[in-house]
């Protein structure tokens, strides 16, 4: 079978799966911003399904998300959607890397989107603690554990920044993670 072929219904496979997904949370960001009655049998249906899917994401911002909920906003299914559309493009790459004509070439992706791994969960850190996520929430503690593993080396090359106030602070460290990673 043709690689390229391979790859495309790869492409189509993760891409479905992860559409689905993304569907399913973007039907409740619509219901949330319109509106929609909470009582409607369809609204409840659809919000206790689309919970499995936005749940991890519920209270990195706590006192945010409580400010947009006035708006209709739900701060957490829109970190949701983007988390799942970054996923469908790095699991994708990885499964495609099978494909490769040649086994060196094969080996040469597969590390490519290793990498692209570490580097999303590094950015994912760093961007968590300099906008002050709590860190008791469930994906932050998830993304901040499994970071870990690639943070340790690099912890304490440089002070991090704190501001206290806001919760923020700027690990200056995770950002030279980043830059390493992204060189190899």
């Given amino acids: 079978?043709?690689?390229?072929?391979?790859?495309?219904q790869i492409k189509a496979l993760v891409f479905g799966i992860f559409g689905i997904a993304m569907a399913i949370v973007l039907v409740r960001i619509i219901l949330v911003l319109v509106g929609a009655n909470p009582q409607s049998q369809f609204?409840?249906?659809?919000m206790d399904m689309s919970n499995f899917l936005v749940g991890i994401?519920?209270?990195?911002?706590?006192?945010?998300?409580?400010?947009?909920?006035?708006?209709?906003?739900?701060?957490?299914?829109?970190?949701?959607?983007?988390?799942?559309m970054l996923m469908a493009v790095l699991i994708q790459k990885s499964f495609a890397s099978f494909t490769e004509d040649s086994t060196v070439e094969m080996i040469k992706s597969f590390i490519d989107s290793m990498f692209k791994f570490l580097e999303?969960?590094?950015?994912?850190?760093?961007?968590?603690?300099?906008?002050?996520?709590?860190?008791?929430a469930v994906f932050t503690n998830f993304i901040y554990s499994i970071?870990?593993?690639?943070?340790?080396?690099?912890?304490?090359?440089?002070p991090a920044i704190e501001v206290k106030e806001f919760n923020i602070i700027?690990?200056?460290?995770?950002?030279?993670a980043i830059i390493i990673i992204i060189i190899f």
């Avoid at 209270?59 to 799942?84: D, G, K, R, W």
């Fill in 170 to 176: 700027f690990e200056s460290s995770t950002l030279i």
């Fill in 147 to 158: 970071s870990a593993l690639v943070y340790e080396p690099f912890k304490d090359i440089l």
């Fill in 1 to 8: 079978m043709n690689s390229a072929l391979i790859r495309a």
């Fill in 43 to 46: 609204v409840i249906f659809w």
């Fill in 57 to 84: 994401f519920r209270n990195m911002y706590p006192a945010l998300e409580n400010q947009l909920l006035i708006i209709n906003i739900e701060l957490f299914s829109f970190m949701a959607l983007v988390f799942y």
């Fill in 120 to 136: 999303f969960l590094l950015i994912a850190r760093f961007l968590l603690k300099l906008t002050g996520a709590a860190p008791t």
